[in-house]
């Protein structure tokens, strides 16, 4: 194969890994470095008909509120015309704000979101106490505080020998999903390499001496197995490579900045420290060996199946502009693959979810998204044998099709004239 | 010794008749000239005895036996519409490509140095194909289809592409390769090479066989009692009736004639001495590119 010892192709090989990491940290890094850079300050002037919630909007770092009495207000454009450059906005809280729990905020230019977000706050905490101090029950604030119930549901499961693990959906399907989308990706590109090569060798001509050398079959499964075999050791160095650099992460304790991340990016998220945890023993209670054992398998048979689809009509055209025709049913079939799997993902058992990881072309994907939700063996095994066996179906009607397909040029093949080669 | 014996193939590709019972017969150690126009069903022949295509039936027998899949290994192949991957190092193309046909690789290295020192292209080994000129590209296809010693050569159009001087080098090259033993299948429609290097040829059109022979029997067969003759002074020859007639030719130097039937060249000779100085008379043999189209028209 030509395309291994391409440098690029290495170069990818061992660079993807750490660009999947590096992806992880971007979101981090870029809100770090934002906070950091934007000193920029938000003026804001308060004009309080209310005469009494003003204070609610606290200065920091990022706001500055300028308080402004409210009655001899005229038009609130004018007090913005009249403090031109000094002012971003101006807020005008109306006199019966706790009732109507509203204020108005005016401005030449669209406010940002985390500027809406924290005044938001600043108001709600303000009229909230002022709320509860209204009953006048010195109690209320701390019997609301420990009304505040904030549930956890830890779902665990029993092992073998029935020992309890914790166990997470959402690590779960997560899982799931990844392992559905890697099985997406790789057998799209590499089906699409493996159609490539064939339209290259055919169109370059060397086709003819090749077939010369060996059976047109021997030559098809030939490069089927080995981009296939490629395909597997590359996986086989990113879960290496994704292993150690996971390994040299929790050494250096970076994995504690990356569970805060969710914190970090808004969300509010409690107890970093024990959603770690639980998500660690999550991930110890998935069976990683028949995961991974599983996801080799179909990958082999998704692979086996579309890689021989792709081969075959490559074998059709003359020039990989042409492939689209051929390209695009096994496209789209692959996509309603990808979104059946993650439809299934919320009912990984329904019987949608259990169809499709049956028939074998979108089982490859969909199986992925169930395997880590313990899928029963009978439905594991007719999957895989279906899988297998249209697999080597395709592969024998590839065979005939690209055996007569290598060889002929000139004009463009339907779908029709297709079908008569492989008599 | 027949080295190839096709017999009776049909080869029929979807309603159209490619090979049409067609029968060849190629002595061990020969140059074979497999001719005929485009389209006539040349390179599917080829296809079948180097086994890329089946025939519908017919057999094909090398050295006396039905040819197997391992035979393949025995033959080199040139087809018409070269092809190399584009993108690798000369040296790794030929090695490659020696190595599907069952050669080691040791051997296959040392072979290589061997023919690129022959060809002048020591020095590009290292170079991507698509770097090299085309005709540096065709020397290097040359090398892939012989660097494993075939028994068979088959040779599509081999002097396409080529300049001149590299043309004669090629011309060279393959009749030492049939002095080695190999048995060369020459496929093409440049009747001059035919005539310079086939011993033999077979002519196929529209699917069929319609000549087959020694290059000197064809001739013969084909001559049509022409002869240019040569005389002294000025005086043109004229036609005698009965014996023979003058044809406008501007093509030779000399006069052209042709006998009448039933007359003889010694009372042609005869005749002419008495009316002129006779220089010279020579038979004029009719070119295989004359009985080709003659041939080929005459078939259509």
Same mark, same amino acid.
């Given at each position: 194969?030509?395309?291994?010892?391409?440098?690029?192709?290495?170069?990818?090989?061992?660079?993807?890994?750490?660009?999947?990491?590096?992806?992880?940290?971007?979101?981090?890094?870029?809100?770090?470095?934002?906070?950091?850079?934007?000193?920029?300050?938000?003026?804001?002037?308060?004009?309080?008909?209310?005469?009494?919630?003003?204070?609610?909007?606290?200065?920091?770092?990022?706001?500055?509120?300028?308080?402004?009495?409210?009655?001899?207000?005229?038009?609130?454009?004018?007090?913005?015309?009249?403090?031109?450059?000094?002012?971003?906005?101006?807020?005008?809280?109306?006199?019966?704000?706790?009732?109507?729990?509203?204020?108005?905020?005016?401005?030449?230019?669209?406010?940002?979101?985390?500027?809406?977000?924290?005044?938001?706050?600043?108001?709600?905490?303000?009229?909230?106490?002022?709320?509860?101090?209204?009953?006048?029950?010195?109690?209320?604030?701390?019997?609301?505080?420990?009304?505040?119930?904030?549930?956890?549901?830890?779902?665990?499961?029993?092992?073998?020998?029935?020992?309890?693990?914790?166990?997470?959906?959402?690590?779960?399907?997560?899982?799931?999903?990844?392992?559905?989308?890697?099985?997406?990706?790789?057998?799209?590109?590499?089906?699409?390499?493996?159609?490539?090569?064939?339209?290259?060798?055919?169109?370059?001509?060397?086709?003819?001496?090749?077939?010369?050398?060996?059976?047109?079959?021997?030559?098809?499964?030939?490069?089927?197995?080995?981009?296939?075999?490629?395909?597997?050791?590359?996986?086989?160095?990113?879960?290496?490579?994704?292993?150690?650099?996971?390994?040299?992460?929790?050494?250096?304790?970076?994995?504690?900045?990356?569970?805060?991340?969710?914190?970090?990016?808004?969300?509010?998220?409690?107890?970093?420290?024990?959603?770690?945890?639980?998500?660690?023993?999550?991930?110890?209670?998935?069976?990683?060996?028949?995961?991974?054992?599983?996801?080799?398998?179909?990958?082999?048979?998704?692979?086996?199946?579309?890689?021989?689809?792709?081969?075959?009509?490559?074998?059709?055209?003359?020039?990989?502009?042409?492939?689209?025709?051929?390209?695009?049913?096994?496209?789209?079939?692959?996509?309603?693959?990808?979104?059946?799997?993650?439809?299934?993902?919320?009912?990984?058992?329904?019987?949608?979810?259990?169809?499709?990881?049956?028939?074998?072309?979108?089982?490859?994907?969909?199986?992925?998204?169930?395997?880590?939700?313990?899928?029963?063996?009978?439905?594991?095994?007719?999957?895989?044998?279906?899988?297998?066996?249209?697999?080597?179906?395709?592969?024998?009607?590839?065979?005939?099709?690209?055996?007569?397909?290598?060889?002929?040029?000139?004009?463009?093949?339907?779908?029709?004239?297709?079908?008569?080669?492989?008599? | 010794?027949?080295?190839?014996?096709?017999?009776?193939?049909?080869?029929?590709?979807?309603?159209?008749?490619? *090979?049409?019972?067609?029968?060849?017969?190629?002595?061990?150690?020969?140059?074979?000239?497999?001719?005929?126009?485009?389209?006539?069903?040349?390179?599917?022949?080829?296809?079948?005895?180097?086994?890329?295509?089946?025939?519908?039936?017919?057999?094909?027998?090398?050295?006396?036996?039905?040819?197997?899949?391992?035979?393949?290994?025995?033959?080199?192949?040139?087809?018409?519409?070269?092809?190399?991957?584009?993108?690798?190092?000369?040296?790794?193309?030929?090695?490659?490509?020696?190595?599907?046909?069952?050669?080691?690789?040791?051997?296959?290295?040392?072979?290589?140095?061997?023919?690129?020192?022959?060809?002048? *292209?020591?020095?590009?080994?290292?170079?991507?194909?698509?770097?090299?000129?085309?005709?540096?590209?065709?020397?290097?296809?040359?090398?892939?289809?012989?660097?494993?010693?075939?028994?068979?050569?088959?040779?599509?159009?081999?002097?396409?592409?080529?300049?001149?001087?590299?043309?004669?080098?090629?011309?060279?090259?393959?009749?030492?390769?049939?002095?080695?033993?190999?048995?060369?299948?020459?496929?093409?429609?440049?009747?001059?090479?035919?005539?310079?290097?086939?011993?033999?040829?077979?002519?196929?059109?529209?699917?069929?066989?319609?000549?087959?022979?020694?290059?000197?029997?064809?001739?013969?067969?084909?001559?049509?009692? *022409?002869?240019?003759?040569?005389?002294?002074?000025?005086?043109?020859?004229?036609?005698?009736?009965?014996?023979?007639?003058?044809?406008?030719?501007?093509?030779?130097?000399?006069?052209?004639?042709?006998?009448?039937?039933?007359?003889?060249?010694?009372?042609?000779?005869?005749?002419?001495?008495?009316?002129?100085?006779?220089?010279?008379?020579?038979?004029?043999?009719?070119?295989?590119?004359?009985?080709?189209?003659?041939?080929?028209?005459?078939?259509?």
């Amino acid at each position: 194969m030509t395309v291994v010892g391409k440098k690029s192709f290495i170069i990818m090989t061992i660079l993807i890994p750490f660009l999947l990491i590096l992806l992880l940290f971007v979101p981090i890094m870029m809100k770090y470095i934002n906070d950091k850079t934007d000193s920029s300050e938000m003026r804001i002037a308060v004009v309080d008909k209310s005469h009494n919630y003003g204070g609610a909007f606290k200065d920091n770092e990022k706001y500055r509120f300028e308080l402004m009495s409210g009655d001899s207000m005229d038009k609130t454009y004018d007090i913005y015309k009249k403090a031109s450059g000094r002012v971003d906005a101006i807020m005008v809280i109306p006199e019966d704000v706790l009732e109507r729990q509203q204020v108005d905020l005016f401005s030449e230019k669209t406010l940002d979101e985390a500027t809406m977000m924290y005044l938001n706050q600043c108001l709600t905490d303000t009229l909230s106490k002022a709320k509860i101090a209204s009953f006048q029950d010195p109690d209320l604030a701390d019997k609301i505080a420990q009304s505040q119930v904030n549930a956890v549901i830890k779902s665990k499961k029993w092992n073998e020998n029935g020992e309890e693990q914790e166990q997470s959906t959402t690590i779960a399907s997560i899982i799931g999903m990844v392992l559905a989308f890697l099985t997406y990706t790789f057998v799209l590109s590499y089906g699409a390499m493996i159609m490539n090569s064939v339209v290259e060798e055919k169109t370059n001509r060397i086709v003819e001496v090749i077939v010369s050398s060996c059976k047109p079959m021997e030559l098809m499964m030939g490069k089927i197995i080995g981009v296939g075999l490629v395909g597997l050791t590359q996986f086989a160095i990113w879960v290496v490579l994704i292993g150690i650099a996971m390994g040299v992460m929790g050494f250096m304790g970076v994995g504690g900045d990356v569970s805060s991340s969710p914190e970090a990016m808004g969300m509010n998220m409690p107890e970093t420290e024990s959603t770690m945890a639980s998500m660690m023993s999550a991930f110890a209670s998935i069976n990683w060996l028949s995961l991974l054992g599983n996801f080799v398998i179909y990958f082999i048979g998704g692979y086996l199946l579309y890689a021989s689809l792709f081969a075959g009509f490559g074998s059709a055209v003359d020039q990989a502009s042409d492939s689209s025709q051929f390209t695009m049913p096994i496209i789209l079939i692959m996509m309603v693959a990808l979104y059946a799997g993650i439809g299934c993902m919320s009912n990984p058992n329904g019987p949608m979810a259990v169809w499709c990881s049956i028939i074998p072309f979108t089982s490859p994907v969909v199986m992925m998204v169930r395997l880590p939700f313990d899928v029963p063996w009978w439905q594991l095994l007719l999957s895989i044998v279906l899988l297998f066996a249209t697999a080597l179906l395709c592969i024998w009607i590839s065979a005939r099709i690209y055996r007569t397909g290598i060889l002929l040029y000139g004009k463009k093949r339907s779908f029709k004239e297709i079908v008569t080669w492989i008599r | 010794m027949n080295f190839i014996d096709v017999n009776s193939v049909v080869k029929q590709y979807d309603g159209h008749l490619a *090979l049409d019972h067609v029968d060849l017969h190629v002595p061990q150690g020969a140059i074979y000239g497999l001719l005929g126009p485009n389209g006539a069903g040349k390179t599917s022949l080829i296809r079948i005895i180097n086994r890329i295509t089946r025939a519908d039936s017919g057999t094909v027998l090398l050295n006396g036996r039905e040819m197997v899949q391992d035979d393949i290994a025995n033959i080199g192949y040139l087809p018409e519409e070269r092809g190399l991957y584009k993108k690798i190092k000369v040296a790794d193309e030929i090695v490659y490509l020696a190595r599907l046909k069952g050669m080691p690789k040791p051997l296959a290295v040392s072979e290589m140095e061997k023919w690129l020192e022959r060809f002048d *292209l020591t020095e590009w080994r290292n170079r991507k194909v698509e770097e090299l000129s085309k005709g540096m590209q065709q020397k290097v296809q040359f090398i892939t289809t012989v660097i494993h010693r075939p028994q068979l050569l088959i040779f599509d159009e081999p002097f396409s592409g080529f300049d001149p001087v590299n043309a004669e080098q090629l011309k060279r090259e393959i009749i030492q390769l049939r002095d080695e033993g190999s048995t060369i299948l020459f496929s093409t429609h440049n009747m001059a090479s035919v005539e310079e290097i086939c011993e033999q040829i077979t002519l196929i059109n529209h699917s069929r066989v319609v000549l087959e022979g020694k290059v000197a029997d064809i001739k013969q067969q084909h001559k049509k009692n *022409l002869f240019v003759v040569n005389v002294a002074g000025e005086e043109n020859v004229v036609s005698k009736e009965g014996l023979f007639e003058v044809v406008p030719n501007d093509e030779v130097n000399g006069t052209l004639i042709k006998l009448a039937n039933g007359a003889t060249l010694h009372d042609a000779i005869a005749h002419l001495n008495e009316h002129h100085t006779l220089i010279g008379i020579a038979e004029k043999m009719p070119s295989m590119n004359e009985i080709f189209i003659e041939t080929v028209q005459g078939n259509a």
